[in-house]
């Protein structure tokens, strides 16, 4: 039996209260979508948080946790291939990203609903971080859309969103990528983590197949294709080549592979925000570790990979079993 799971059993038997749990989801871009499958095993081995924080794309798949519409979600972001998100992606060179964000959300509530953080049917909050001082800022009221879309403001990517203070907020994970502070602030007792951010450093210098076997290359081509015959799509790499001077395959493409020793616009935004996002969750974790810290192995997935989610799903299924020795103390008293 693990330290972890010592300590855990420790707490459960000395207390005869009602134990709160939190399942803390961090961030990760499109590695996001592991949590769902972190979720579903923990369902299976009879573990059901009742508290949810998440900070970037882990506060919208917490969201869909405590809205109930996980297993819509999941249905969704399972059929979503890369034309589908290239559709979703509403290009414009001002704001302070090339993406608005508008359309993405759009989708989500359609998924999960636009409810009020208070009427959830467990306790929710995520992490923005505000532009103008660098505070982490904790998100536990108001429009959970709204607070999902401050929470993933990657730089760069997306443009920052406004808060009803007129603050700007950015991505979560700048501060907070794997929020259990926030989750202790909550009053969880014990506390189940997910770092996504764990063999990411240089995987977006080397070549790799797609799942379904064909290279990055062929992707191109029939990307290519695609824009030429698919009017929205179209549109959108207009407004990428006059922005960027970049092509759209080598958008969609530069964050999957890279044969030349130089990298690409695309290669050094993704490959510095996963430093960045490795650093300091480390620093971050060291200080506030979590009971039980769940770890997919998803170095071999890149920023904007969202239609890679059912390999990332299964990952995250087989991350929470490779911790079933420590999960399973904590199932008996659920």
């Known amino acids: 039996m693990s330290t972890v799971s010592i300590d855990i059993l420790v707490i459960l038997h000395t207390h005869k209260k009602k134990f709160s749990v939190a399942l803390v989801l961090g961030s990760g871009a499109a590695r996001g979508w592991a949590h769902i499958g972190v979720v579903a095993e923990l369902t299976k081995m009879g573990i059901r948080p009742n508290i949810v924080v998440g900070s970037s794309v882990g506060s919208i798949v917490a969201g869909a946790y405590a809205s109930g519409n996980l297993d819509r979600f999941e249905e969704w972001v399972a059929g979503l291939g890369r ?12 704001g302070g990203g090339f993406l608005q964000g508008k359309n993405l959300m759009k989708a989500i509530s359609k998924q999960i609903g636009n409810p009020e953080i208070e009427n959830l049917n467990i306790p929710f909050a995520c992490v923005a971080t505000e532009l103008g001082s660098g ?7 108001g ?80 990307l290519a294709a695609i824009e030429e015959n698919d009017s929205t799509v179209a549109r959108w790499a207009v407004r990428m080549k006059a922005g960027f001077g970049v092509r759209l395959d080598s958008y969609i493409s530069s964050l999957r592979k890279k044969e030349s020793p130089d990298p690409g616009l695309f290669d050094v935004i993704a490959g510095s925000l996963d ?39 299964r990952e995250g299924r087989a991350a929470t079993l490779r911790k079933t020795a420590e999960l399973e103390h904590l199932a008996e008293f659920f």
């Open 135 to 141: 505070r982490e800022v904790w998100l536990r009221e």
């Open 83 to 94: 034309v589908d998100i290239i559709r979703l992606l509403d290009a414009r060179m001002t």
């Open 143 to 222: 429009n959970l859309l709204d607070a999902c879309r401050a929470s993933i403001a990657l730089p760069g990517i997306f443009a920052p969103s406004r808060s009803s203070e007129n603050r700007l907020l950015v991505d979560g994970g700048l501060v907070n990528p794997v929020p259990v502070s926030l989750a202790r602030a909550m009053g969880a007792d014990i506390v189940i983590a997910v770092n996504l951010n764990s063999e990411l450093i240089g995987r977006h210098f080397f070549v790799h197949n797609n799942e379904d076997g064909t290279s990055d290359e062929e992707s191109e081509r029939q």
């Open 275 to 313: 430093i960045m996002q490795d650093r300091i969750t480390r620093s971050r974790m060291a200080g506030e570790p979590p009971d039980v810290l769940i770890t997919p192995r998803l170095g071999h997935i890149g920023l904007m990979d969202f239609d890679l989610a059912s390999e990332s799903i």
